[in-house]
């Protein structure tokens, strides 16, 4: 008869686990001189484990040193046999068999840790646009309150192609304080910069009369308008098409106060008439700063955007020669808020997967922002 073990864990600096279990027990059968016999024990079951880092980039734990130390022995047998008898029982019973029979368990416990820590590593699908995974970069880190994991993060496009990280891990020092009793992830800004970099060809977008309301009339007489210098050039009343595109990689930047995102792109435009191919007139380069919110759902980081300003809209190319481009940025800072970056928040709202840390779920989490120095 097994009774509910009582279990201590503790963190063991610079190594791993160290458990102490307080198993008691009581042993019936029938004893050599006739009628029952209940022997009451209880052993104490010391074991470290240490924490490592597999070749996978696994973290995992091994157990090492277990012991057994009994620490009672009661039994209902008359006082007169206990010597003779519990020296047999103890010699060469109890001390051989509680080993075998209780250190196994200390290693099937840390086997179903060890395959809840094998989830971390798994590929995650980013919708169609690639993949996530997670893994160690170093070794872990052991101190007496808590334990430090370092993640890698290692994205793939949808062809295949792995999206090169920085490894900017920051100090301990430049993190806010630890909570007690709480588990603390963090994700750096330029590991959101590189999630949204696979879900680039996502963003792009034709944007036309048809794509929204809210828009202004896309055709070239209002283009005409706003910058006269081309108006003779253009075909009549045409309707356009403005095609969005991202040329390189957002930046994402993260203060205590305000987070945003800053996004590179081009925006073509095309006169598209009805029986003909649509034909490029110019493009434009459009730096976007957006203000980036965060929330979590589903088990996952949720990022959306909100324009605030352009800070350069430059002409790249032209087929109707060189013109001041000035007039065209608050068409374009209205077509970006009312159409394009919507369309990115569409895109966005998929998710960002949070790491798979022995089944910690992130939906009670808070969110908070601060700078690495």
């Known amino acids: 008869d097994l009774h509910p ?3 201590s864990l503790a963190l063991s600096s610079g190594s791993g686990l160290f458990m102490a279990v307080l198993v008691q027990m009581t042993i019936c059968g029938k004893s050599f001189i006739g009628g029952k016999v209940e022997i009451a024990l209880a052993a104490n079951l010391t ?6 880092q597999d070749t996978a980039g696994v973290p995992r734990f091994s157990s090492r ?4 130390t009994l620490v009672s022995v009661k039994t209902n047998l008359p006082s007169s046999m206990l010597p003779k008898v519990m020296s047999k029982l103890l010699d060469d019973t109890l001390k051989k068999v509680l080993p075998g029979l209780l250190c196994p368990a200390v290693d099937t416990v840390l086997n179903l840790v060890n395959a809840k820590f094998t989830t971390t590593t798994a590929e995650i699908p980013l919708g169609t646009a690639g993949t996530l995974q997670y893994a ?3 070794p872990p880190v052991v101190n007496e309150t808590f334990i430090e994991l370092d993640l890698k993060t290692i994205l793939h496009q949808k062809e295949g192609k792995e999206v090169d990280l920085p490894m900017d891990q920051p100090s301990l020092a430049s993190l806010p304080p630890k909570r007690d009793a709480a588990t603390q992830l963090i994700l750096s800004a330029n590991f959101l910069s590189a999630e949204l970099s696979v879900l680039l060809a996502s963003f792009n977008i034709d944007i036309s009369n ?18 006269p210098e081309i108006a003779k050039v253009l075909p009549p ?4 098409v403005i095609e969005m595109r991202e040329a390189k990689t957002p930046v994402v930047s993260i203060t205590p106060d305000k987070s945003f995102v800053q996004l590179f ?3 073509e435009f095309q006169v598209s008439p009805s029986d003909s191919a649509p034909e490029s007139l110019f493009v434009l380069d459009v730096h976007s700063n957006l203000e980036a919110q965060f929330a979590i759902e589903e088990e996952k980081l949720r990022l959306s955007l ?16 060189t013109f001041d481009e000035l007039p065209l940025k608050g068409l374009l800072a209205d077509i970006i808020h009312v159409a394009y970056v919507p369309s990115i928040n569409r895109v966005l709202r998929g998710g960002i997967p949070l790491p798979d840390l022995l089944g910690i779920t992130y939906r009670q989490a808070n969110i908070s922002a601060f700078e690495v120095g």
Not at 47 to 52: C, F, H
Not at 65 to 68: A, D, K, P, S, T
Not at 211 to 219: A, I, N, S, Y
């Open 5 to 7: 073990p009582v279990i």
């Open 47 to 52: 074991a470290s484990s240490q924490l490592w």
């Open 65 to 68: 040193n277990c012991r057994i």
């Open 136 to 138: 160690l970069l170093n």
């Open 210 to 227: 048809n794509t929204v309301l809210g828009l202004p009339p896309l055709v070239t007489t209002m283009l005409g308008a706003l910058i």
């Open 237 to 240: 009343s045409q309707p356009l």
């Open 265 to 267: 792109s081009t925006a």
């Open 306 to 321: 909100a324009l605030q300003s352009l800070s350069r809209v430059a002409l790249a190319s032209s087929s109707l020669g």
